[in-house]
């Protein structure tokens, strides 16, 4: 697995190198979105399949990144944010919180899935997270787990 996430931040990495002559939110949108469809297309098979699912999903998430990237403001990503932290924080597993934009009309969900503790003892929450811009959705999945520091982080696998 730990050679499925190499090649995943690999793959994030150099898409992001290529995003140089788009403007920042395209650039971070394809990021972020790479590492998703990398993480999404580890979960399918294994060898060599799983191989070509990781790099499809990583090109695919870069993509669809990007375009919601390009599309989601300052206000569209601090509205995000808030309810990523809310939701992330303090909702219990199961509940959705919910952002809007009324200026812009974009709009998402997150919905902590599962919470559970780690070995170590690191809290960490599945979540699913909704976007909606120009009335298309996107939806993606996503862990974070607590810091020690109390700060979430998105993980890697």
């Known amino acids: ?11 994030a990495t ?14 971070l949108g394809a990021a972020i979105g790479a590492a998703v469809g990398g993480i999404t297309g580890a979960q399918v098979g294994d060898g060599t399949g799983q191989l070509i699912a990781v ?10 990144g990007s375009e919601i990237g390009q599309s989601l403001d300052k206000a569209d990503q ?13 909702t219990p597993t199961g509940t959705t919180t919910s952002w809007a934009n009324p200026d812009s009309g974009n709009s998402g969900t997150y919905t902590p899935i599962q919470t559970y503790q780690t070995d170590s003892g690191q809290y960490c929450r599945e979540f699913q997270q909704t976007i909606t811009v120009g009335g298309q959705t996107q939806d993606a999945y996503g862990t974070a787990c607590r810091q020690a520091d109390g700060t979430w982080q998105i993980a890697g696998s």
């Open 1 to 11: 697995m730990k050679s499925i996430t190499l090649m995943i931040v690999t793959l």
């Open 14 to 27: 150099l898409l992001s190198a290529c995003t140089r002559d788009i403007g920042p939110k395209e650039g």
């Open 55 to 64: 790099g499809a999903g990583v090109l695919l998430g870069a993509l669809v």
């Open 78 to 90: 601090l509205y995000a944010a808030q309810a990523y932290n809310e939701s992330i924080d303090t």
